[in-house]
């Protein structure tokens, strides 16, 4: 039986952890011949960051400064993420990674997107490993996209205590 991974998606939140999630995901590209493709996701602002905003920013600052500053943090974010690919792959970033990319949306979904536009084979990304309760509260990015996945999902623990 043959069983190919050619195409990996790893979703990072780019935590003090999300390290070894990389090479996690790495060492698997490296394994398969697979090209890794990265995504962060960044939630939009919600309704109320929006509304304090407007109400605590003079409207001609927000105005003049708001795609400016959009377009600023988003190029030190793509900057970041390089950096932390490079960093952490060393000379092997550019022979694994096929793209980096910075989605903004709804995390579990816009991964599960992501995954499907790159014709993934598999998913990998941390888990933080939350209690039952806590994920019934607070709900879990990484048990919403292991339940809703098509393909395989590796999920590397990470900030837990051993």
């Known amino acids: 039986m043959d069983y190919t991974i050619r195409t990996i998606l790893l979703a990072t939140d780019l935590g003090p952890r999300g390290h070894e999630v990389l090479r996690h995901a790495g060492g698997l590209a490296h394994h398969f011949g697979a090209r890794l493709h990265i995504v962060h ?9 929006r509304f304090w905003i407007k109400t605590t920013v003079p409207e001609e600052t927000y105005k003049e400064n708001d795609p400016e500053t959009y377009a ?3 190029r030190a974010l793509q900057q970041r993420l390089d950096e932390f690919c490079r960093e952490v792959l060393e000379g092997h970033a550019e022979r694994l990674i096929a793209d980096i990319q910075i989605i903004e ?3 579990a979904r816009s991964i599960l997107e992501e995954a499907q536009r ?9 888990s933080h ?3 039952a309760i806590g ?6 990015v990484a048990h919403k996209i292991a ?13 837990h205590q051993g």
């Open 41 to 49: 996701t960044v939630e939009p602002l919600s309704d109320f960051a």
């Open 105 to 107: 949306g709804s995390p």
């Open 147 to 159: 339940m809703k996945a098509t393909v395989p999902v590796l999920l590397v623990p990470i900030g």
């Open 129 to 131: 490993g939350h209690s």
């Open 72 to 74: 600023g943090i988003q």
């Open 118 to 126: 790159v014709n993934a084979d598999m998913i990998v990304l941390g």
């Open 135 to 140: 994920e019934v509260m607070l709900g879990s």
